[in-house]
């Protein structure tokens, strides 16, 4: 099984300012088969990030997501009011797995 | 639009079996693998079941293999989730999701809104 660790567990920031999360693969994920989603209190999760760096239909695009292999990161270029959240990341191409998620709160 | 409806869940002794739903309308049902994925209270997020398009095929998580079954009925838009012997720890808010694309490797476009099992 292919075990997602993200960092920081909690993030820390102002609005406007840029968010820098990260997500470690224990074992290389295949075609970059590596997605990202944001999680509000009391709702679904929704898909920002798909095949690393792809924005899903209606991100805007100040989410950008870059890496490959094990080592992948997801980027708020400047943060709103409705970023803060839980992020977590996702790999699709052996089994499916998530990281433990970063929350990213407002400093 | 895309919508997923989650239904069934509830508060379930231990040992028990529950059976939840998921309606889906606003797309062609007939050509999507779908999914379960569980987040249990204040935790991440947990893949519990996969089946194909066709019902054909179907995988599942380690920790429930064996107890739990996944289905769906084509003719009614509706995927199943069949959970016997529950434990404590099958406590959670289960979603049904869609994939982007019909394969296996895709993320999750679409999910519903969740269902709580309690098991206590």
């Known amino acids: 099984e292919i075990v997602l660790t993200q960092s920081p567990g909690t993030l820390s920031l102002s609005l406007g300012e840029r968010a820098t999360l990260s997500c470690r693969a224990s074992?290389?994920?295949?075609?970059?088969?590596l997605a990202w989603y944001q999680q509000k209190p009391g709702q679904a999760p929704r898909l920002l990030i798909y095949?690393?760096?792809s924005r899903a239909t209606g991100i805007p695009d100040r989410f950008s997501g870059s890496g490959s292999g094990t080592d992948f990161t997801l980027t708020i270029s400047r943060l709103e009011p409705e970023d803060f959240a839980v992020y977590y990341c996702?790999?699709?191409?052996?089994?499916?797995?998530f990281g433990q998620g970063t929350k990213l709160e407002i400093k | 639009q895309v919508h997923l409806l989650e239904s069934g869940g509830g508060v379930v002794q231990p040992g028990r079996s529950l059976r939840l739903s998921c309606a889906a309308s606003?797309?062609?049902?007939?050509?999507?693998?779908l999914y379960w994925v569980r987040q249990a209270p204040g935790k991440g997020l947990e893949w519990v079941a996969v089946?194909?398009?066709?019902?054909?095929?179907?995988y599942y998580a380690g920790s429930v293999k064996g107890r739990f079954s996944i289905s769906r009925d084509n003719s009614k838009n509706t995927l199943y989730l069949q959970m016997n012997s529950l434990r404590a720890e099958d406590t959670a808010v289960y979603y049904c999701?869609?994939?982007?694309?019909?394969?296996?490797?895709?993320?999750?476009?679409?999910w519903g809104q969740g269902s709580l099992v309690t098991v206590s």
């Open positions: 996702q790999q699709y191409g052996s089994s499916y797995t």
């Open positions: 074992h290389s994920v295949s075609s970059s088969y």
């Open positions: 089946i194909s398009y066709d019902g054909d095929n179907k």
């Open positions: 606003g797309f062609n049902f007939n050509i999507y693998a």
């Open positions: 095949g690393a760096s």
């Open positions: 999701a869609r994939g982007l694309s019909g394969g296996y490797y895709t993320p999750f476009d679409y």
